[in-house]
């Protein structure tokens, strides 16, 4: 073992943070937490973790769950492609793999939602095979130890970091290096103010020597953000029911329901609203009044940025069910048993 492994070592088992799925590093714990911890941090993830692992204590279950219970539990947690990914993969485990993750990095990289990192994390931590992880944290770590500058979103990046890792990598403990890496950029390499005075890799840091470590990782600028408006339709009947509309695939929270929606590039005004042709199909030619008219909730995901404004309809009389495979006819009260976007979640949850 070389001095910084050593060194890496010494600080996790002093300081790593007691995690539910260290305890019992199966790999149905590991691939669950390490799917629920992609985009999101560990306090808000853990809470998930657990009420998956008490609703689906085992591969098997999560299995013969069905999509719309599993996007149900997922939802708050957002990039609900996980949620799909992982059910799909769940059955690809059962159907392929007799029920077992393979103990093989190869076969793992197979499965539907496993990467490149999240094989690597099943392998090493479950089965100590010799395979090096690189997430966000593992990039800001070897980026300031070998003072980096080529940008870590770039394929150039990528393949270089991932070289690193692995001559980095303790081979006779690779699931305790890796977790020591990631855990040492979670919580003493951060991004910002890192305890560098206190840092037990110090001696070897480049970047620390260089004075650049505020300026490492390199990233290059993320493209352009588009910006999109969604008028709600919130159409409520006299005997309390409502549409719910399914969203379907090529655009994001596919699957999950939120209600008839009107998209436009830029915001439109209340008399344009009621004469839109989606409003009046909806609305069957009854007679309709427009009650009261949410904030304008604004949504933020990585590429786009949602503008959302919610416009309670009251219908003189009752809806009627719309024979299509997106629309459906719900009472009001219904809504708990729906899996539902985060923006969706916000504005029901403010009723």
């Known amino acids: 073992m070389n001095e910084i492994q050593d060194q890496l070592a010494r600080w996790f088992e002093a300081h790593k943070r007691v995690l539910p799925w260290r305890s019992e590093p199966s790999p149905y714990h590991v691939w669950l937490s390490e799917i629920i911890l992609q985009q999101t941090r560990v306090n808000q993830g853990l809470d998930y973790y657990l009420r998956f692992i008490a609703r689906w204590p085992e591969l098997p279950d999560l299995a013969r769950a069905t999509e719309e219970e599993v996007l149900k539990m997922w939802q708050g947690l957002g990039y609900y492609s996980r949620a799909r990914n992982l059910h799909t993969c769940a059955r690809e485990v059962m159907e392929r793999h007799g029920g077992a993750f393979p103990a093989d990095y190869a076969q793992l990289r197979q499965l539907k ?7 690597a994390a099943i392998a090493s931590i479950a089965f100590d095979l010799p395979h090096a992880v690189v997430d966000g944290n593992v990039y800001r770590v070897l980026s300031r130890l070998y003072d980096i500058d080529t940008p870590i979103n770039k394929q150039e990046g990528v393949k270089l970091f991932a070289t690193l890792a692995d001559e980095l990598l ?3 403990h690779p699931g305790r290096h890796n977790q020591a890496l990631m855990e040492f950029g979670a919580l003493h390499c951060l991004p910002s103010n ?6 037990p890799i110090q001696a070897h840091c480049l970047a620390l020597a260089h004075h650049t470590v505020a300026q490492r990782p390199v990233k290059e600028k993320r493209l352009q953000v588009k910006t999109r408006h969604f008028h709600y339709l919130v159409l409520r009947s006299s005997d309390h029911h409502v549409y719910l509309h399914k969203r379907g695939p090529n655009d994001i929270w596919q699957n999950l329901y939120d209600f ?6 830029q915001p439109i005004e209340i008399e344009d609203l009621l004469s839109h042709p989606t409003l009046l199909a909806l609305t069957s030619e009854k ?5 009261q008219i949410s904030h304008k909730y604004t949504h933020k995901l990585t590429h786009q940025t949602i503008i959302a404004q919610f416009f309670e309809i009251k219908i003189d009389g009752f809806l009627s069910p719309i024979q299509t495979k997106d629309i459906l006819l719900a009472p009001e009260n219904d809504f708990g048993g729906f899996p539902v976007p985060k923006l969706i ?3 029901l949850n403010q009723q």
């Open 194 to 199: 890192p305890d560098c005075p206190q840092c």
């Open 345 to 347: 979640e916000n504005y």
């Open 113 to 119: 939602g496993i990467g490149d990192y999240t094989a």
């Open 170 to 172: 303790d081979r006779k």
């Open 287 to 291: 007679k309709f009044s427009i009650g």
């Open 260 to 265: 008839p929606c009107i998209e436009t590039d």
